[in-house]
């Protein structure tokens, strides 16, 4: 008898008492593993979760966070031949495969690098520019995101057993939270065996992910305001998660990633001719087999101009008919099974519903030549393409989770639109057209109803991921029927875990919560400048105040004669006084922030590396000739580099002039050795 799949909570391996329900190959119906309803204890999993794992994560920055997911990722990859061979068993073949297992690893690695580059060496991230709420600047806020004291909770969908919890799982542990993972249970058993390998890794801090095999029941019972729950399924599930108590009136956050009708629209413009022509529909055949077309963001409507219907629906058909349905680790397939005989049924009830409004053809759902495997105890179908009568409604209110697409007529652009929306919302749409007037009005049109718009043509088609692939940074989710929710999106989807809170309070009390310098708040001058201070010396408010420097005449005549920007207000004493801005010959801009450089520059080797940027930079009072001026520059932000001997100064620079009157104002970006501890 093959084994029950175990549970991973509170630290070690959960082993149900009974034996359980078995779990089918996809390919052949042989038993793969077996599973039990009845798992560990909820309520201590996720106590667990808050107790343990998240003071556990808390305590290390995001740089840390980040680094930790890339170790995860290089360690699973030593085991994809493992995942490849049980992912077959769920009817994925290798390009499917691919998709799933390397595009979580890759997720992994996307968020890594987006926490390394574009995260602080920190556990508070600041949203926005300072807000001065006083005249004196006595009273300013800053908003800030911090960790929730709680636990992420995923409830993921069949189709995607590696991706589908990697991709909820990064954002979430970079944002500080603990994970607890609920896999659908079909192909729960390629889960399991990933989140083996990443335990046994060591790299994970103890409590920051469980597992959950089997039923989800009381997930929900015992989550707060604190608790995030991130839910891929059917709308019908995610409806039913919706109205959970504690999601309606207890402070769950809810995020629902359901089942969607994506379209994929041709452009009136494209002719069998063009090369768009063959873009599209390799394109939509693309997403009919891709996964057996078990995925959320599969085309399933095909809207055409009637004018193109013909050659669109021959196209497609003899494209189809080129794909082999056969099992998943043979090479001459090029489309595996669906899940399962139950899933199969499920997907052939759907298409039955079609073909009250829509023509059949191409396809049988109900039998298929299969390779390599027999057709009766694998969940094997043929692709399905339909094409829809006018009016038709039934296209636009029914999925079917497999490989089955339907062809839609349209007459005008606008009526392209109006075709897209009634899908009540999708996670992605596509357009296909080279016209960029069509562009503009089809992706302005359809936008509010989708997560993700691809615009395909001749110029991006070599480089573009396509129209079914959801990336690391980009947004994942839709609105309406597709559930309203967001997943990835680079930070964002890490921010999207997190709580942003205003902070009111004085220059030094937001110094000292933010651990970033806040203007007027303390500065420190001492006898050392600044540049002569490794990371372990500087702190934050270190500053210099530099010498005073006249700008000459000769300084601007210089400047526009080697640089050769010879603008009037630098050159022309007529014109340059005629315009109020100037009211005379002002200095460059960029000749001031030199000059600045000039002034508080350290020339001598030393810790400060380089200087690699220059952000913010704004010029606000013209600079006349023969004005002074002298910089004030402050250590802002301090971000030591975990993988490197140095780190990343951010400076605050205000450019003064002998007024008093801030002229610019600017950040310097330098690279500072660490030094010894």
Excluded at 580 to 599: E, K, Q
Aim: proline residues 5%; hydrophobic residues 40%.
């Amino acid at each position: 008898m093959s084994e029950v799949l175990e549970s991973y909570a509170q630290g070690s391996w959960f082993t149900p008492a009974d034996e359980g329900m078995p779990l089918a190959d996809a390919n052949t119906g042989e038993t793969v593993a077996r599973i039990s309803k009845n798992g560990p204890d909820v309520a201590a999993m996720i106590e667990y979760a808050r107790e343990v794992g998240g003071p556990a994560v808390r305590s290390l920055t995001f740089h840390q966070r980040a680094n930790i997911l890339k170790e995860v990722a290089k360690h699973l990859m030593g085991y994809k031949d493992e995942f490849y061979a049980l992912s077959h068993r769920t009817g994925a073949n290798k390009r499917d495969t691919m998709v799933d297992v390397d595009g979580g690893f890759g997720t992994l690695f996307s968020f890594s690098s987006k926490g390394r580059r574009e995260l602080p060496n920190s556990t508070v991230i600041l949203d926005g520019p300072l807000e001065q709420l006083s005249k004196g600047g006595t009273f300013v806020a800053q908003h800030v995101y911090t960790s929730r004291p709680g636990v992420a909770v995923q409830i993921n969908a069949f189709n995607f057993p590696v991706w589908g919890m990697l991709e909820k799982l990064a954002p979430a542990f970079l944002a500080g939270l603990p994970s607890i993972v609920k896999p659908a249970g079909q192909t729960s058993y390629l889960t399991v065996a990933v989140v083996k390998r990443m335990v046994e890794s060591g790299l994970m801090p103890e409590g920051s992910i469980q597992l959950l095999v089997g039923s989800h029941r009381g997930l929900l019972d015992n989550l707060g305001p604190q608790d995030i729950v991130g839910f891929t399924g059917s709308a019908a599930t995610g409806a039913l998660l919706r109205n959970h108590p504690n999601v309606v009136s207890g402070g769950v956050q809810l995020n629902v990633e359901a089942d969607s009708l994506n379209c994929s629209i041709l452009g009136p413009d494209v002719k069998a001719e063009d090369p768009e022509f063959d873009l599209y529909v390799k394109q939509v055949v693309a997403e009919m087999t891709v996964k057996a077309g078990q995925k959320c963001t599969a085309i399933r409507r095909v809207i055409v101009p009637s004018s193109m219907a013909d050659a669109v629906t021959g196209a497609l058909k003899d494209r189809l008919s080129k794909v082999v349905v056969g099992a998943a680790d043979n090479p001459d397939a090029r489309m595996g099974a669906l899940v399962s005989l139950d899933q199969r049924e499920e997907v052939r009830k759907a298409v039955k519903a079609l073909r009250t409004s829509s023509e059949l053809v191409f396809g049988d759902p109900d039998t298929v030549e299969v390779v390599g495997a027999d057709d009766e105890s694998g969940a094997f179908m043929s692709p399905v393409l339909l094409r829809a009568a006018p009016g038709a409604k039934e296209p636009h209110d029914i999925e079917a989770f497999g490989p089955v697409s339907t062809v839609i007529t349209y007459e005008t652009v606008s009526e392209a639109v109006e075709l897209a929306a009634r899908g009540q919302g999708s996670l992605v749409g596509s357009l296909v057209t080279n016209d960029e007037d069509v562009a503009r009005e089809v992706v302005l049109g359809t936008a509010p109803w989708h997560g993700r718009i691809l615009v395909l043509n001749r110029d991006d088609a070599k480089e573009s991921t396509g129209h079914g692939s959801p990336l690391p940074v980009l947004v994942h989710g839709g609105p309406g029927r597709a559930g309203g929710g967001e997943e990835m999106g680079g930070v964002r989807g890490v921010k999207h875990h997190m709580q942003r809170t205003a902070v009111q309070g004085s220059p030094d009390m937001l110094t000292a919560i933010t651990g970033q310098w806040t203007t007027g708040s303390r500065r420190s001058v001492d006898d050392v400048h600044p540049f002569r201070k490794d990371l372990t010396q500087l702190r934050i408010g270190d500053t210099i105040e530099s010498a005073e420097r006249a700008v000459t005449r000769a300084d601007i005549d210089h400047f526009a004669e080697f640089t050769g920007d010879t603008f009037y207000a630098h050159t022309d004493e007529e014109a340059a006084a005629a315009n109020p801005l100037f009211g005379g010959i002002v200095a460059h801009g960029y000749l001031v922030v030199s000059l600045a450089a000039g002034l508080f520059v350290d020339p001598a080797p030393g810790p400060v590396l380089a200087n690699f940027g220059v952000d913010h930079l704004r010029f606000l009072t013209p600079v006349k000739e023969d004005a002074v001026i002298k910089v004030t520059l402050t250590a802002k932000q301090i971000t030591p580099r975990t993988n490197a001997e140095y780190g990343e100064v951010r400076w605050d620079a205000v450019v003064t002039d002998q007024d008093g009157e801030a002229v610019a104002t600017y950040d310097v970006l330098t690279l500072v050795a660490k030094g010894e501890e």
